[in-house]
């Protein structure tokens, strides 16, 4: 669990921000998020075992030890991003959402394709590449208005 | 909608309003709204859906829907309910609640979650259009090969059907994603693991399976799409298999992330209006754990009469789901024990659920007994037991949520008076539907069938069923209206109407925009019921006498989990 | 094997079980909501205990011990169900299902029974009675199932595949069967019917079927 780190008014805040407590209240000994995802991994896992005790389907274990496996993964994921990401102390909301319809859009014409032809599979594209764009224009011009910001 | 970087207001103010300004939100709570709207209006449709098929097979022998059309009809009853109604009322709640429950000004990965609202919107839309096709999709909601092949079911419905259940699936799969991580990376300072609430448990272990399954019915719709293409694939029978197991891999498993969360609302409204913590917080967090992961591992009791399995092994893992059922039946029993019980609308719901679903659990572990499985399956039987889990358990725990957290979101009070006629309607109707069924199923009545013969012996049952279904469609109406005459009246919710325990109920009622604010600030968290123990502390405090007071250091009130925070354009 | 017999036999254990667990837990609620109507009338304060550790040990082994007593019975239920030995079979029939009637081939004999499932000509599934029958279940185009209500048993007819299973059927009768898995549009007319008939009774209806059969040369 992260502590968030308080270090004066951030850009566009208010200078009146309350102030946060001291100390947390926190006991001795916490159950991390990455040893509860890990547990669950564990019991799949034990699970697969067992049924390999009892069949020998081939598929039907790849596929529940494939999940299994998955979730072990997941169970690293969350203990590696509280090792490297340390908390900024602030939360950035995001407020552009074009190139997220787009993206649902595009998605959603490439299945199509499979009804109604490869020919809407190609023109799933467009929404593609726009949502693409979108959103690589909008992150430069962000970075521009960072560095402006900063050295300005 | 603009990319031109939007510097928003201070934080604390409201966003405006409009439909415009809604589709473009990243905020959770209006997602949950938008997720959980959609959600609502799809599973009026299907219920209605159900009442016409319920109409059909009133008496014997009618012809109010065709035999293509009735197919058409259950297919999308039963992907729609789950798919598209009971799935996104699992996940929105989650959407809407867990960042204020665990104390976090925004939802991980906003973006994200709306990418999983559109998606899920878009395959609604692409598996209505895939029922509303002439000869559409109408090999049911598991979409058995061969039948789901382009052989078997040819034309466009049946492939929009696979889209629109990949779609609406990926959809969900993405929201679980970032309710999950809220859930792990994101809670505020003093919000351990075991202080979070008990609806944050049952949506870790909700999503949890849903990454760990649902990518397992994307790839059987790849299964199904390869056949659509290349018929001759399934020559071999081994395909078929695979199907099966990669569909009931998820199909378990989903029933599953359709209960979880509204066990979690039942338990939430029981704890509050017993005027008690929940009982047995540790033992149902770790139950939970190991209930969703034999939930994982019992998929096989779909496929006990194919013949190609090793049966005692899910015979096992079915029947073992007894003991952390049981446990969590426990810890709700053991919460209701010794409290004083109000008995608002949403109680109503909560009691209901208790008996109603173990009906259903009851019912569910005799069917992982092969020997009866093998007489019953794929009859009434297995409808009622469905039907009773999913609608008599997991709905009711919903409206329980609903009737519980609508003052939180909108800020207004439902009527107490609808309410309670809406749960007696539900009552009534959801048992007199689905407790005959039990006898059609054991008199050997099969499922997906328009029609019966006159003198099969089902006629009787089948009546007294369908006139349950429109007591069903009227106990709808009731909640309809119950929202209309609260929405005129606007009756204000202060910010904890019930004396909540849990940390949304110390924000106002609607809350603000990133969830606490100095307003309405983040207390020192000891438990899971930080409301609760506040409420406790402030009377503790009043009761102390003003020289006893003086010297006192006061140590708990006003302290804030500062996340300043930018928007970005 | 013995389908019938093993399935009212757990049938009636588990739903005796189902409805005491049943039973306690609404005698419970009742007893609940009894108690709280007191304590109001009283104004007594709710109970503040959150955990009795003890309790929920004791809670935890019974259910335990409860789950493994159900899974004895259901394995047990399993082994008399496909005992390791299975008596050996005294014929065979090839039952074929297809969209949407059933064909039923006496294997070793030119014997062949059908219909067409439509207007009520549902074909008979003839059998002998007292003695193992194994029936070899398959399909040509769609996931099928044989279900035979008064059997208690029910099992899928895959294409490119044989689903064998054995039955000794105890007494004379004709009873209903159904398809019991969605394969399109008339599923539900896919009935069938199971005649069983005396030994010797049965010798008689396959020679004669077989004469028929070799006189008008199929």
Same mark, same amino acid.
């Not at chain 2, 018929?231 to 071999?236: E, N």
């Not at chain 2, 849990?502 to 106002?508: A, C, G, I, K, Q």
């Given at each position: 669990m992260t502590a968030p780190v308080s270090a004066g008014p951030r850009p566009?805040? /208010?200078?009146t921000q309350p102030r946060r407590p001291a100390e947390p209240d926190r006991p001795r000994a916490t159950l991390r998020p990455w040893t509860v995802v890990a547990l669950w991994a564990a019991m799949l896992g034990l699970l697969v075992v067992l049924d390999a005790g009892f069949s020998n389907n081939t598929v039907v274990l790849e596929v529940s030890g494939s999940s299994a496996g998955f979730v072990f993964l997941l169970a690293g994921a969350v203990w590696l991003d509280r090792r490297l *990401?340390? /908390? *900024?102390g602030y939360l950035r909301q995001p407020t552009r959402v074009g190139s997220v319809v787009l993206f649902a859009v595009a998605v959603t014409l490439a299945w199509l394709g499979f009804t109604f032809g490869a020919w809407l599979m190609m023109v799933a594209a467009v929404p593609f590449i726009a949502a693409v764009g979108l959103e690589a224009a909008a992150r430069r011009r962000e970075k521009a208005a960072r560095r402006d910001a900063l050295g300005g | 909608m603009t990319a031109e970087p939007v510097v928003t207001a201070a934080p604390g103010q409201e966003e405006t309003d409009g439909l415009v300004v809604w589709l473009q939100t990243t905020d959770h709570k209006r997602i949950g709204i938008l997720t959980l709207g959609a959600a609502f209006v799809l599973f009026l449709f299907d219920g209605m859906l159900g009442l016409t098929m319920r109409a059909q097979l009133a008496?014997?022998?009618?012809?109010? =829907?065709?035999a293509q059309q009735y197919n058409q009809v259950f297919t999308i009853h039963g992907t729609g309910m789950i798919g598209l109604a009971i799935t996104p009322f699992a996940l929105g709640l989650g959407v809407y609640l867990i960042p204020l429950q665990v104390g976090a000004p925004r939802i991980a990965a906003p973006r994200v979650t709306l990418l999983g609202y559109w998606c899920y919107v878009l395959g609604a839309v692409t598996l209505v259009w895939a029922f509303l096709t002439?000869?559409?999709?109408?090999?049911?909601?598991?979409?058995y090969t061969p039948l789901s092949s382009s052989i078997y079911s040819p034309g466009p419905g049946m492939s929009l059907w696979v889209a629109g259940v990949f779609l609406a699936a990926s959809g969900m799969i993405l929201q679980g994603a970032t309710v999950l991580w809220t859930i792990l990376?994101?809670?505020?300072?003093?919000?351990?693991m075991l202080r979070i609430p008990v609806f944050a448990w049952t949506m870790v272990v909700t999503c949890l399976m849903t990454l760990a399954s649902f990518p397992s019915l994307l790839t059987a719709m790849g299964v199904i799409t390869a056949a659509r293409i290349d018929?001759?694939? =399934?020559?071999?029978n081994a395909w078929n298999l695979a199907y099966e197991n990669l569909f009931w891999f998820y199909g378990h498993p989903v029933v599953y992330v359709m209960f979880f969360p509204f066990v979690g609302c039942v338990a939430e409204v029981l704890a509050v209006f017993s005027g008690r913590?929940?009982?047995n917080y540790t033992g149902t967090a770790f139950s939970l754990l190991a209930f969703a992961a034999l939930s994982m591992a019992v998929w096989g009791h779909h496929l006990f009469? #194919?013949?190609?399995?090793?049966?005692d092994y899910f015979s096992l893992t079915s029947i073992l789901l007894t003991i952390p059922a049981g446990m969590e039946y426990f810890g709700l029993l053991g919460t209701i024990a010794g409290g004083r019980l109000r008995y608002p609308t949403a109680m109503l719901f909560a009691l209901a659920f208790i008996p109603q679903f173990l009906i259903g659990g009851l019912t569910g572990i005799m069917l992982g007994t092969p020997s009866v499985d093998y007489a019953v399956n794929n009859s009434y039987f297995v409808v009622a037991h469905f039907h009773y889990t999913l609608f008599a358990g997991s709905v009711f725990g919903f409206f329980a949520g609903v009737y519980f957290w609508w003052p939180k979101a909108t800020g207004f009070l439902l009527d107490e008076r609808a309410g309670r006629l809406h749960f007696v309607l539900m009552v009534i109707g959801a048992n007199v539907t689905y407790l005959p069924m039990f006898g059609l199923g054991i008199k050997g009545m099969p499922r997906w069938v328009v029609t019966y013969p006159?003198?099969?012996?089902?006629s009787a049952l089948s009546l007294i069923s369908s006139i349950g279904a429109g007591v069903i469609g009227l106990a709808m109406m009731a909640f309809l209206y119950n929202i209309y005459i609260s929405a005129r009246q606007k009756k204000p919710a202060t910010a904890d109407p019930w004396g909540g325990? #849990? =940390?949304?109920?110390? @924000? #106002?009622s609607p809350p603000p925009r990133f969830n606490? &604010?100095?307003?309405f600030p983040i207390p020192r968290?000891?438990?899971?019921t930080p409301a609760l123990d506040l409420r406790e502390r402030q009377r503790e405090r009043q009761r102390v006498t003003p020289s006893q007071r003086a010297?006192?250091?006061? @140590? &708990?009130?006003? @302290? @804030? &989990?500062?996340?300043?925070y930018r928007d970005e354009g | 094997m013995p389908f019938r017999h093993v399935y009212s036999g757990i049938f009636l254990l588990e739903s005796v079980i189902a409805g005491v667990v049943f039973g306690l837990v609404l005698a419970a609620m009742a007893a609940v909501m009894l108690v709280s109507w007191r304590k109001r009338r009283r104004g007594a304060p709710a109970a !503040? !205990?959150?955990? %009795?550790r003890l309790l929920e040990a004791a809670f935890g082994l019974a259910l335990a011990v409860m789950a493994a007593f159900l899974v004895v019975v259901s394995f047990s239920a399993n082994g008399q169900d496909?005992? !390791?030995?299975?008596?050996?079979?005294?014929m065979r029939v090839q039952v074929t299902a297809f969209q949407w009637c059933w064909r039923f081939r006496y294997v070793g004999q030119p014997v062949t029974v059908t219909g067409s499932?439509?207007? $009520?000509d549902y074909p008979v599934l003839v059998l002998p009675a007292g003695r193992p029958v194994e029936i070899d279940l398959t399909s040509v185009d769609v996931v099928h199932a044989f279900w035979v209500p008064y059997l208690d048993y029910k099992m899928d007819a895959f294409p490119g595949h044989v689903d064998r299973f054995i039955v000794t059927l105890p007494r004379d009768g004709r009873w209903i069967g159904r398809c019991?898995?969605?394969? $399109? %549009?008339y599923h539900y007319e896919m009935d069938f019917y199971l005649q069983v008939v005396p030994q010797a009774q049965f010798g008689r209806w396959l020679h004669a079927r077989a004469g028929t059969a070799a006189v008008s040369g199929r």
């Open positions: 566009g805040q /208010d200078e *990401r340390p /908390d *900024r | 008496r014997p022998g009618q012809h109010i =829907l065709s002439p000869g559409g999709a109408a090999a049911g909601w598991w979409g990376r994101m809670r505020a300072p003093g919000v351990t018929p001759g694939l =399934l020559a071999s913590r929940f009982f009469i #194919s013949g190609q399995q090793v049966n006159a003198g099969a012996g089902f325990h #849990s =940390l949304e109920w110390l @924000t #106002s606490y &604010d100095a307003q968290i000891r438990s899971f010297g006192r250091p006061v @140590t &708990d009130t006003v @302290t @804030t &989990d500062t996340r300043a | !503040r !205990r959150e955990h %009795l496909f005992p !390791r030995q299975d008596p050996k079979p005294t499932c439509a207007d $009520g019991a898995q969605l394969c $399109g %549009l």
